[in-house]
């Protein structure tokens, strides 16, 4: 199947900081790629979409300033995470789908683990 | 819009014992449907999907689902269960519309011991 890749897996920062996480898809070309955050013990919630050469599409209630999504290139989004806080500590978990229809799977990457001290 | 219930959020069970883990859906309209397991800090595995046809879809791991539209149900089923089967199982619906992401259940973890 079609791999994603995260990085960094696990991320410790010091609250006020920004982090970046990349994903990346290594054998195909992904014009959509989707931000999850999973909470502990709870389901994926999903962020934003984020587009290949436009400007991603948040979800209801997701601050936009707060988590910058960039989608420079087919095979690469970058998840940052301005200023961040405690409560911004979570599971962060991309995905994307191969081809442009919707009868696929998502492939997912192995998610990054943020830590805000 | 689409949403997703996991009925059951924990399902102990014994190794060698089946095992369904229950997921209904809601939507105006059509759906795919997937099944997906998570194990501890990993990201997510498909298991298997419902796109058309044959309404009973058999997966990896030895895991099968059946779509049943009248009932907006999609559960998932495993006859004879192993330890290795302890994870997170998500149950997903997406809209059949280009570019919509996966709409998740709040998971059920099963929890297999000996």
């Known amino acids: 199947g079609a791999v994603v890749s995260q990085h960094p897996s696990r991320v410790i920062c010091k609250s006020g900081t920004s982090v970046k996480i990349e994903c990346r898809s290594l054998?195909?070309?992904?014009?959509?790629m989707f931000w999850y955050r999973q909470f502990p013990k709870k389901s994926l919630m999903l962020m934003a979409t984020s587009n290949e050469g436009s400007k991603a599409t948040y979800e209801q209630g997701v601050e936009k300033d707060k988590f910058l999504i960039n989608h420079a290139s087919l095979t690469l989004s970058t998840l940052t995470v301005t200023s961040a806080h405690p409560e911004d500590s979570s599971f962060y978990i991309c995905?994307?789908?191969?081809?442009?229809?919707?009868?696929?799977?998502?492939?997912f990457g192995e998610g990054s683990r943020l830590t805000v001290l | 819009a689409q949403s997703v219930t996991q009925l059951d959020s924990q399902v102990p069970v014994f190794e060698e014992a089946p095992v369904e883990l229950r997921c209904n859906y809601s939507s105006s309209v059509s759906v795919y449907l997937f099944w997906y397991v998570q194990y501890p800090n990993q990201g997510l595995q498909l298991l298997l999907k419902y796109l058309s046809g044959s309404t009973l879809v058999k997966g990896i791991n030895g895991f099968e689902a059946e779509f049943n539209k009248s009932q907006t149900s999609f559960h998932l089923r495993k006859p004879s269960v192993h330890i290795s089967d302890t994870a997170e199982y998500f149950c997903a619906v997406s809209h059949n519309q280009a570019g919509t992401a996966l709409i998740f259940g709040k998971g059920t973890t099963l929890s297999v011991s000996s």
């Open positions: 054998d195909f070309q992904a014009t959509t």
């Open positions: 995905s994307a789908r191969v081809g442009r229809t919707n009868t696929g799977e998502l492939f």
